[in-house]
């Protein structure tokens, strides 16, 4: 029964996928893009990308050596 309702809904995942490639109106476009993008706003959106990717990894290199000091035992 398991198999029969995976299947089923693989078939109609397939069926849908096929109307929205077909579709003229969908939102997928082979032009390029109608404004460029200049040289300071891709230094900007690149330098935002840098940022939010080796911020996390900063902070946790930087805080090591705390993450690997052991509080005391508690007192028995």
Known sequence: MLVALSRTLQLRNLSWSRVVLQNRSSSI???????????????????VFAVALLLP???????????????????S
């Open 29 to 47: 476009y082979s032009k390029p893009p109608k404004t460029k993008i200049g040289p300071g706003q891709s230094f900007f959106i690149m330098s």
């Open 57 to 75: 990894a900063g902070w946790i290199l930087h805080h090591l050596p705390e993450y690997r000091h052991r509080p005391p035992a508690p007192p």
